[in-house]
């Protein structure tokens, strides 16, 4: 039996841009000086802003002009996933990847979109922190496959993401990809609610005041990979979910530039 892959450590220019971003009121200056600190970062996020998803007909140049076409959620994104993609320096990506990567930033669009239109909703205050639940609720399956590729590619094959997957992950790695994405989440001291959100997004059993958190987590994530809703979830009113179907489709084509610009 043998654990997942150690997590990259966070680099200081990614740590700092997490908590400038967390804040409700940030300046583009403080944001921008930050992600000057990370060539790698920097370099990722203006190609995403000259990709032809953004259509722009003026090259963009500078950091700042690429973080207010991008915006801070992205430019999260693309920082913690140029980070994670450490993993493989110094081999291919694996098979499978694209798809994960485009699941997760789906998953962490749709958690703020449905976050900021539920009514009289106590989660819209935490919007952000959804976004980055929903971007890294898998990360424990990127660092599966880091540690063992084709072993853990031919289980998301046969298995999927039903229970019998994070089964055969106890078994073959002595934790799920639930438990292992949220020890790395500690590793880089994410909030501590976006880290038991990670950690029980197939389980439940949250603290009430997380299962608001969980449940927007849920609705996502069973809709994207076509999961039907258990009887002890709360859906939110239909109305929102057709349109939260609406907007994971528009946002695809964003999802997949996302991806290639990190790749």
């Not at 920082?79 to 994670?84: K, R, S, V």
Request: proline share 6%.
């Amino acid at each position: 039996m043998r654990g997942p892959a150690a997590p990259p450590s966070l680099p200081a220019a990614v740590a700092r841009l997490l908590s400038v971003c967390a804040r409700d009121e940030y300046s583009l200056a403080e944001l921008v000086s930050t992600v000057e600190g990370d060539p790698g970062i920097a370099s990722r996020l203006l190609r995403l802003a000259n990709s032809a998803y953004y259509g722009l007909h003026r090259q963009v140049g500078d950091l700042e002009r690429a973080a207010l076409v991008l915006g801070r959620t992205t430019v999260q994104a693309v920082a913690l996933g140029a980070t994670l993609l450490e993993l493989w320096r110094d081999r291919p990506l694996p098979a499978r990847a694209e798809d994960l990567w485009v699941h997760a930033y789906l998953c962490g669009m749709g958690c703020r979109h449905l976050a900021r239109r539920l009514p009289s909703s106590p989660w819209r205050s935490e919007a952000e922190a959804l976004f980055l639940a929903g971007l890294l609720h898998d990360l424990g399956k990127l660092l599966f496959l880091a540690r063992e590729p084709e072993p853990y590619l031919e289980a998301l094959e046969q298995l999927a993401d039903r229970p019998s997957l994070r089964t055969w992950e106890r078994d073959h790695f002595g934790a799920d990809h639930a438990e292992a994405g949220a020890e790395a989440l500690e590793a880089w001291s994410l909030p501590a609610h976006v880290i038991e959100v990670v950690r029980h997004h197939h389980a439940g059993g949250l603290r009430a005041e997380l299962r608001p958190d969980w449940e927007v987590l849920r609705a996502v994530d069973d809709l994207l990979i076509g999961e039907p809703r258990d009887e002890d979830e709360e859906a939110p009113p239909e109305g929102l979910m057709v349109d939260l179907a609406t907007h994971l489709e528009s946002a695809r084509a964003e999802a997949q530039a996302f991806y290639q610009a990190i790749a």
